[in-house]
């Protein structure tokens, strides 16, 4: 017998594994002994009242719980004979869950990865921090894991319709992921913790005769007509395969370039623009918990949105990956220019919370006259490169206290960040330029009326937050997910307009790996 149940609990005892148990048999009516398993289905924070709450939501079973209670487990079989074969450009999460999906179908996929491994990425990731030297092909954003492995880990999305989003979380615990994301509202591995994970599943593609190329960067297409056969690596080797999956992040412009050159059909979309905004974690604890100590509680964190207009355009301003206890990192992907993440690790402890800030970006705001589709990509290189000539031509970022921006006046000084590089103070005006100044003004102004203390110069911006999303799309066909024009072509993930996170990735790179078994066999 099962009995379902949903109850709010004090923090103190629903983080407490004993007391939480007790609390449920006794909402269960049970004493105990009466219960044979006791199965947590969901856990998430309620901060509407005047003391914030845990709602769960958990399973009694006063008999045997079913086998199969976490769903199915992965198994792989062995493809390194297999006659079918897939090229997987890119190894972050869309690559490499395409590529274990591909092996349970029976197809042997080839990973090509322009960075280096988690554990050779992290001394490039070290020299951006402290000797300002940006790798092109190692660095926040490129190499095993893809932008997600050293930038967080978040799991929450809302593309619960592309896919199994349970799924993907179990085969991320069967990998070494907590347990806890599958029960958590808004589960989070940590970055610290992600990079083991991420090994484990470019493990379990290596020992089932899959093979995953590191330093391999893809600097032309094998055409032939119509039909990609494969792609040229920057050695010169040439490598062929039934079907290309094109999985390359939304930061590998040389991809879209190439793409645009060999004329292969690409769109400019929508994305957004703006900056990282960075309060005191006890500043934002306070607010949402109405509580000067959490307890228990996790770091607390929001989510804003607000319509903004000017010039007689009406666009949103939101907030993106907030980062509670968390820290700032810099993203950029070439010399000459500075972009900004933010990232968590597990225990999300750090004494900052920070989170994007951005304003969208429609097709209307790009000169497409000039650069056609890469219209987007050129907006987002121009601010990027402003940002990093007004901090000095380092990695150190422009930066303005918060309330000073709103008053656009000079900040005499900065605070204390977690943005190692360092900042410098400039305003923010001069990177980001009027009309998307204008636009975070109007946000950040709404912000502080919903959360007390918000705008505040006990904050500050720093710049740019701009790979908030692909400015490119590759199209594809909504029921093959082919390229409407060049057939063995796959585009997938972030990098091709279809995805927004690590989940919706994995989702859709599954996905594709599901539409290459389907097609490949009747070319």
């Known amino acids: 017998m099962k009995q379902e149940l949903e109850l709010l609990l004090a923090p103190e005892v629903a983080f407490d594994e004993l007391a939480r148990y007790e609390a449920i048999l006794q909402h269960a ?10 199965h947590l289905r969901r856990r998430s924070i309620d901060a ?3 003391q914030p709450l845990v709602r769960l939501r958990a399973d009694v079973y006063t008999e045997a719980p079913p086998k199969d209670l976490f769903g199915p487990w992965f198994t792989y079989p062995d493809v390194s004979r297999a006659r079918r074969k897939v090229l997987i450009v890119g190894a972050g999460p869309a690559g490499l869950f395409a590529a ?6 029976g197809i042997k996929p080839i990973v090509l990865e322009r960075g280096k491994d988690v554990r050779a990425r992290r001394r490039d990731l070290a020299a951006i921090n402290k000797e300002h030297t940006v790798h092109p092909d190692s ?5 095993e894991g893809g932008a997600g492995t050293y930038s967080d880990g978040k799991l929450y999305t809302r593309a619960t319709k592309r896919g199994d989003v349970g799924r993907v979380l179990r085969r991320l615990v069967q990998h070494g992921a907590t347990p806890d994301i599958l029960v958590d509202a808004h589960p989070h591995i940590g970055t610290n913790k992600l990079p083991a994970v991420v090994q484990a599943l470019r493990e379990a593609i290596t020992d089932a005769g899959g093979e995953v190329r590191f330093e391999t960067r893809v600097t032309d297409l094998i055409l032939d007509h119509n039909h990609l056969r494969g792609v040229v690596t920057a050695t010169g080797e040439a490598l062929e395969a ?5 999985a390359t992040g939304h930061s590998a412009r040389d991809i879209y370039e190439l793409l645009h050159r060999r004329g ?12 990282r905004v960075e309060h005191p974690q006890s500043l934002i604890d306070q607010a949402q918990y109405r509580r000067r100590e959490r307890g228990l509680l996790p770091a607390a964190s929001y989510a804003l949105v607000h319509q903004t207009e000017v010039k007689g355009r009406q666009r949103g301003v939101f907030s993106f990956c907030m980062c509670p206890g968390g820290f700032i990192v810099p993203a950029a992907t070439a010399p000459g220019e500075v972009v900004v993440n933010g990232m968590s690790p597990s225990r999300r402890d750090s004494r900052f919370a920070n989170s994007g800030i951005v304003a969208a970006v429609e097709l209307d705001d790009l000169d497409l006259k000039q650069h056609g589709p ?6 987002q290189q121009q601010i990027e490169q402003r940002a990093c000539l007004a901090a000095g031509g380092t990695q150190q970022a422009p930066a303005q206290r918060l309330g000073d921006f709103l008053k656009n006046k000079a900040s005499a000084e900065l605070l204390e960040t977690s943005y190692q590089p360092g900042l410098l103070p400039v305003r923010m005006d001069e990177v980001l330029g009027a009309t998307l100044a204008a636009r975070l003004r109007q946000g950040f102004e709404n912000f502080g009326r919903k959360i007390p203390g918000y705008a505040t110069n006990a904050a500050q911006i720093v710049g740019v937050e701009s790979r908030t999303s692909s400015p490119v799309r590759i199209p594809r066909d909504a029921a093959t997910l082919q390229h409407p024009v060049v057939q063995g072509l796959f585009p997938c993930g972030e990098g091709a307009g279809y995805a927004g996170g690590i989940v919706s990735a994995a989702m859709d790179g599954e996905r ?3 539409a290459v078994t389907e097609l490949v066999g009747s070319w």
């Open 29 to 38: 009516g049970l004493r105990p002994g009466q219960a044979d398993f006791v």
């Open 374 to 379: 890469l219209a987007g990509l050129h907006f």
């Open 139 to 143: 660095n926040y954003c490129f190499g």
């Open 100 to 105: 274990l999906r591909c092996i349970e179908l």
């Open 242 to 246: 039934d079907a290309t999956i094109l």
């Open 264 to 275: 292969v059909l690409i769109e400019a979309k929508p994305f957004a623009l703006g900056v």
């Open 48 to 50: 509407r009242g005047r």
């Open 512 to 514: 594709c790996a599901e």
